[in-house]
Nanobody, 126 residues
Framework: VQLQASGGGLVQAGGSLRLSCVAS????????MGWFRQAPGKEREFVAA?????????NYADSVKGRFTISRDGAKNTVYLQMNSLKPEDTAVYYC???????????????????WGQGTQVTVSS
């Protein structure tokens, strides 16, 4: 499966952005989908994940819980990350990832995802 992430940009603190990850090659519903991010000088970190064949089984990093929402549109073969109440510390390159085998309890580990998109920059100004 090939992944194409988009939707990043520059936004003021408190603002919102919606990231999109379009999958091609396979139905996105058959994959667990994750969002990860990497800030300059930091390691990549987990943001959110949604389970295979589910629109409700998801989990989030504590730092984004209540502000970010991951969702899936099977008709468009796209996964979204709605980001509200953005903070300067959310600034990073955001990547989407896919796995046909990872279970939700393991979904925070980037090593469990064999397929990755190219990343989209999110910058939040204070």
């Amino acid at each position: 499966v090939q992944l194409q992430a988009s939707g990043g940009g520059l936004v003021q603190a408190g603002g919102s952005l919606r990231l999109s990850c379009v999958a091609s090659g396979r139905p996105v519903g058959g994959y667990a989908m994750g969002w990860f991010r990497q800030a300059p000088g930091k390691e990549r970190e987990f943001v959110a994940a949604i389970h295979r064949w589910s629109s409700s089984s998801s989990n989030y990093a504590d730092s984004v819980k209540g502000r970010f929402t991951i969702s899936r549109d099977g008709a468009k073969n796209t996964v979204y990350l709605q980001m509200n109440s953005l903070k300067p510390e959310d600034t990073a390159v955001y990547y989407c990832a896919a796995s046909s085998t990872v279970i939700l309890s393991e979904s925070r580990s980037g090593a469990r995802y064999p397929y990755w998109g190219q990343g989209t920059q999110v910058t939040v100004s204070s």
